[in-house]
């Protein structure tokens, strides 16, 4: 078994690189099996967990992907088969974007139903709502989701109850192939959405409004392959930004997108750290002391969710009371149990966590619950006392490339260690461990 071993007091200093994003690259590959002609070449792919599986699910269906640097090379001309079974849904939620794919390219998509996961239960009703509105026809037995149509798609106006990311995305690739236009309501608006829309867009689809909260598609006989490069991660970014502010470091995230993480810069800045947007990227400075704020996670433009868990090892060490409400999943304060492990004053009251700030925090044995609650407990051992162990590590090896290296370069006292002994992990044996 794999653990991070953290030893806290170490102030992080220099300057770390931010991958492309996991959540717009998933649907990106995904959206590549939509192309009948040409080849999908994508650039700065990271060497993710997630993305192995998306590869895997996409070679399993039958497309030729070959993966090597930072690109994928995806090449879906041939026949594809048009099911994903369990093995590869169980290790990834997301592999559930290449129903809207297979749905509009062959008019069929079988695909294991995800089922609930730590952070909520997560169904995917609006993916299908938005399917059956344009003329699929939806069937859930036997542990799979079936979606079918014998006729072309046909456009149709479609509101989702809620600004669901992988329903819009869903709904933008089915639509692309559909007769006539969809016009999704309530679409979600993260820049990963706008990713995959400029994606389909360069494949020759006709996609205006992604974005906004109303986004129209003009369904299109074909699509092919192109070139295209992924946006960077303003989670992988933010996760950086905070270690510099925790620590009382002075960090440059290059890459970072300071337009994709306002909402988390405005409450830094509000807690006392200084934010510089730089030609390269972001420079974060650390206060002496830091200041408590409040924080309610929302469909973007809103504070993102994929921060909550850092931000409250943020405020563990800033000083007074502040309260964080988490609106989009209803379970996502698993860490909740694992920070007070190491000495953290923390009270759940419904949706809202209590955060009693600073704490003194000691390095203790914590599980990572989700893959940010992952990163927020090695953030939390930056600055504990002590050493901090932590385990489960499959889940953070889904969302961050090299953490423990990066945090290395930038100064922190971290390892990653198997069995007791200290390894240098390759980006093939984390496939094989996963
Ligand atoms: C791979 C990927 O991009 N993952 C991101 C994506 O997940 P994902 O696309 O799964 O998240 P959604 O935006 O769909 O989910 C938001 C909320 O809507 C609910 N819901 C969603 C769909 C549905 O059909 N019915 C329904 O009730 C969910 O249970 C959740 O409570 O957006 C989340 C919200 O920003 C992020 O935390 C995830 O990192
Ligand atoms: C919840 C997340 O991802 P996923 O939707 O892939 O589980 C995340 O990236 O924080």
């Given at each position: 078994m794999e653990n991070i071993i953290v030893r806290g007091g170490r102030q992080l200093n220099g300057t770390v690189r931010v991958e492309g994003a996991k959540n717009a690259v998933l649907p990106v590959i995904a959206a590549s099996?939509?192309?009948?002609?040409g080849k999908s070449i994508i650039h700065e792919?990271?060497?993710l967990a997630d993305v192995h599986t998306i590869n895997q699910v996409l070679t399993h269906m039958n497309a030729e992907v070959d993966y090597q640097g930072n690109t994928v090379v995806v090449d879906a001309t041939q026949p594809l088969l048009t099911e994903a079974p369990f093995e590869y849904v169980r290790k990834?939620?997301?592999?559930?974007?290449v129903l809207g794919p297979l749905l509009a390219r062959y008019g069929h998509a079988k695909v294991a139903l995800p089922g609930g996961c730590a952070i909520g239960s997560r169904p995917i009703d609006l993916h299908l709502k938005g399917f059956e509105a344009m003329g699929a026809e939806v069937h859930v037995g036997n542990g799979f989701v079936e979606v079918s149509t014998r006729d072309r798609l046909k456009g149709a106006k479609i509101y989702l109850d809620m600004p669901s990311v992988g329903a819009t995305e869903n709904i933008m690739m089915a639509a692309a192939l559909a007769k006539g236009k969809t016009i999704i309501e309530n679409a979600a608006k993260e820049p990963e959405i706008v990713d995959l829309a400029n994606y389909l867009n360069k494949m020759g689809a006709k996609v205006v409004g992604?974005?906004?909260e109303t986004i129209k598609i003009e369904g299109v006989d074909k699509l092919q392959g192109v070139e295209h490069t992924i946006i960077p991660d303003r989670i992988e970014a933010g996760t950086f930004m905070v270690a510099a502010a925790i620590t009382g470091g002075n960090v440059l995230i290059e890459n970072a997108e300071i337009e994709h993480i306002r909402a988390l810069v405005s409450k830094i800045e509000e807690m006392g750290v200084k934010v510089i947007e730089e030609k390269n990227g972001i420079r974060v400075i650390g206060p002496r002391r830091l200041k408590s704020t409040d924080i309610k996670t929302l469909p973007?433009?809103?504070?993102p969710t994929d921060m909550q868990s850092q931000m409250m090892a943020l405020m563990l060490q800033a000083s007074g009371t502040g309260v964080i409400t988490e609106t989009?999943?209803?379970?996502?304060?698993?860490h909740v149990e694992e920070f007070r492990r190491m000495n953290a004053k923390l009270k759940i009251e419904g949706r809202s966590v209590i955060v009693e700030g600073p704490v003194n925090l000691q390095g203790a044995e914590v599980a990572a619950t989700d893959l940010r609650a992952g990163a927020a407990l090695i953030l939390a051992g930056l600055v504990a006392e002590g050493r901090t162990r932590v385990t489960s590590l499959h889940h953070i090896d889904r969302g961050y490339v090299d953490i423990t290296e990066k945090f290395a370069n930038l100064g922190a006292d971290i390892e990653r260690v198997i069995q007791g002994e200290t390894t240098i992990i390759t980006e093939v044996q984390q496939v094989e461990v996963q």
């Open positions: 099996i939509i192309a009948s002609e792919v990271p060497a990834m939620r997301a592999s559930v974007l992604a974005g906004t973007h433009p809103g504070f989009v999943f209803e379970n996502r304060f698993m």
